[in-house]
């Protein structure tokens, strides 16, 4: 555990405030404040300890932090009631620093665990088992039964569910086919061989890009003509098929 | 070794987590506890003075086979296996609070850490670390955390009582000194 002097100086000299998780907690700064100054945990200075808190959770920017805020109050309530006056020897004095010293006692005991489980777990973690863990097979899900109209339902209920469903209206665009067949094939009589590209000219709308590509597979498969890409990645070439007639 | 002892490091070589001695039963309904037992000795024996690269060892109320701590580093190095995440500061104390106070519920553990504590229990509650033990019978009936054998594993430690003992710690809780 860092000590919070670094921090301290820092702040005194305008630099940046860590205020990171470098404390678990208020117990964890009062302990480590504790152990700095090098003070018996069974009498606590607690005015000195208590100016000291106020100091560091300023510093480290946890004044804020209701748990810190806790923690100094406590201490100057204590700091309090080590001021008043005592009274006769007859009554037994309680010292208000009691809860405070069992407190961070049981505390510190929870830390010397955490130092023992650190290393039984670094210890652990020297050692491998086997790596591999079989997924287990997830179940098949059972064959779906049902007609359609239980799934129309289904789907009415889903929408009834929904806000406000969102309905996009489609504009049909017919594809001109025919304009690209006619395109193709006069490109056919013309040239032995050309490329997509001429094909789609300048300027292609996606319905003609979606027309040429249409009517080239169909006159394809009617072997009308051949799409071949002589290498890879270079564009494919459209020449004369088997079945092409010159119109 | 006999046929059981190769069947025992067989299925321990299988299963992807530690073997409970009442696990083994089911590999072979004729073999008593003892014989397990007498098996488990032996494989230990026959790893510790073959001069191998594991060993048995008894975690979370069984037995694995596990690499030496020797070969550690070389296996990291070449990143055929990979160590567990390590836990933060927060995390290990409401573990190690939980391991000695089971089953406990959030406000003590809150009130002796002096620090809320919600995101780190369900943290470890994710991680497999911490499981509901169950509710409490006070106002409100507060959930209840336990370890779970995965804690175990994680700490190689055969059960609970592997931790050290409160007795045993540097500061032990002892009553205030009486006043002078």
Request: charge should be negative; charged fraction near 25%; aromatic fraction near 6%.
């Given at each position: 555990?860092?000590?919070?002097?670094?921090?301290?100086?820092?702040?005194?000299?305008?630099?940046?405030?860590?205020?990171?998780?470098?404390?678990?907690?208020?117990?964890?700064?009062?302990?480590?404040?504790?152990?700095?100054?090098?003070?018996?945990?069974?009498?606590?200075?607690?005015?000195?300890?208590?100016?000291?808190?106020?100091?560091?959770?300023?510093?480290?920017?946890?004044?804020?932090?209701?748990?810190?805020?806790?923690m100094?109050?406590?201490?100057l309530?204590?700091?309090?009631?080590?001021?008043?006056?005592?009274?006769?020897?007859?009554?037994?004095?309680?010292?208000?620093?009691?809860?405070?010293?069992?407190?961070?006692?049981?505390?510190?005991?929870?830390?010397?665990?955490?130092?023992?489980?650190t290393?039984?777990?670094?210890?652990?973690?020297d050692?491998?088992?086997?790596?591999?863990?079989?997924?287990?097979?997830?179940?098949?899900?059972?064959?779906?039964?049902?007609?359609?109209?239980?799934?129309?339902?289904?789907?009415?209920?889903?929408?009834a569910?929904?806000?406000?469903?969102?309905?996009?209206?489609?504009?049909?665009?017919?594809?001109?086919?025919?304009?690209?067949?006619?395109?193709?094939?006069?490109?056919?009589?013309?040239?032995?061989?050309?490329?997509?590209?001429?094909?789609?000219?300048?300027?292609?709308?996606?319905?003609?890009?979606?027309?040429?590509?249409?009517?080239?597979?169909?006159?394809a498969?009617?072997?009308?003509?051949?799409?071949?890409q002589?290498?890879?990645?270079?564009?494919?070439?459209?020449?004369?098929?088997?079945?092409?007639?010159?119109? | 070794?006999?046929?059981?002892?190769?069947?025992?490091?067989?299925?321990?070589?299988?299963?992807?987590?530690?073997l409970?001695?009442?696990?083994?039963?089911?590999?072979?309904?004729?073999?008593?506890?003892?014989?397990?037992?007498?098996a488990?000795?032996?494989?230990?024996?026959?790893?510790?003075?073959?001069?191998?690269?594991?060993?048995?060892?008894?975690?979370?109320?069984?037995?694995?086979?596990?690499?030496?701590p020797?070969?550690?580093?070389?296996?990291e190095?070449?990143?055929?296996?990979?160590?567990?995440?390590?836990l933060?500061?927060?995390?290990l104390?409401?573990?190690?609070?939980?391991?000695?106070?089971?089953?406990?519920?959030?406000?003590?553990?809150?009130?002796?850490?002096g620090?809320?504590?919600?995101?780190?229990?369900?943290?470890?509650?994710?991680?497999?670390?911490?499981e509901?033990?169950?509710?409490?019978?006070?106002?409100?009936?507060?959930?209840?955390?336990?370890?779970?054998?995965?804690?175990?594993?994680?700490?190689?430690?055969?059960?609970?009582?592997?931790?050290?003992?409160?007795?045993?710690?540097?500061?032990?809780?002892?009553?205030?000194?009486?006043?002078?």
């Amino acid at each position: 555990m860092t000590t919070p002097a670094g921090a301290l100086n820092a702040a005194a000299n305008g630099g940046f405030v860590v205020s990171l998780e470098r404390y678990t907690g208020p117990l964890d700064l009062l302990l480590s404040l504790i152990r700095q100054e090098e003070i018996d945990i069974w009498d606590i200075p607690i005015a000195r300890i208590a100016d000291q808190f106020l100091l560091a959770i300023h510093a480290l920017g946890l004044d804020e932090a209701a748990e810190y805020l806790e923690m100094a109050a406590r201490l100057l309530r204590i700091k309090a009631q080590m001021l008043l006056p005592r009274r006769g020897d007859e009554e037994p004095w309680e010292d208000p620093r009691h809860e405070l010293v069992r407190r961070l006692l049981e505390y510190q005991q929870i830390r010397e665990v955490v130092d023992w489980l650190t290393a039984a777990a670094r210890r652990r973690a020297d050692r491998y088992s086997r790596g591999y863990l079989p997924q287990l097979p997830d179940q098949p899900p059972p064959p779906l039964e049902l007609d359609l109209r239980e799934l129309m339902e289904a789907v009415e209920r889903v929408l009834a569910m929904m806000p406000d469903p969102v309905i996009f209206r489609v504009m049909p665009r017919p594809l001109d086919l025919e304009g690209a067949n006619r395109r193709i094939l006069s490109l056919l009589a013309e040239h032995a061989t050309f490329g997509w590209r001429e094909l789609l000219g300048e300027r292609a709308s996606i319905a003609d890009v979606l027309s040429a590509l249409v009517s080239l597979l169909e006159l394809a498969r009617r072997g009308q003509l051949t799409i071949v890409q002589p290498r890879a990645f270079t564009p494919f070439e459209i020449g004369r098929g088997p079945a092409y007639q010159a119109a | 070794m006999d046929q059981r002892t190769r069947l025992l490091e067989a299925a321990l070589y299988a299963a992807p987590r530690p073997l409970a001695l009442d696990e083994l039963g089911i590999l072979d309904a004729e073999a008593t506890e003892d014989d397990w037992k007498k098996a488990l000795a032996e494989l230990k024996e026959h790893y510790e003075t073959g001069g191998h690269g594991v060993e048995l060892v008894e975690l979370a109320h069984g037995w694995q086979i596990l690499t030496l701590p020797l070969f550690a580093e070389a296996i990291e190095r070449a990143a055929f296996a990979a160590r567990p995440a390590k836990l933060s500061a927060a995390a290990l104390e409401v573990l190690a609070l939980v391991a000695y106070r089971q089953p406990v519920g959030r406000a003590e553990i809150e009130e002796i850490r002096g620090v809320s504590c919600g995101g780190v229990l369900r943290m470890l509650q994710e991680r497999g670390l911490l499981e509901v033990a169950g509710r409490s019978e006070g106002l409100g009936r507060p959930i209840l955390y336990a370890t779970t054998p995965q804690f175990l594993e994680l700490m190689g430690l055969a059960d609970l009582s592997d931790l050290p003992r409160t007795e045993e710690l540097a500061v032990a809780l002892r009553p205030p000194q009486t006043e002078p």
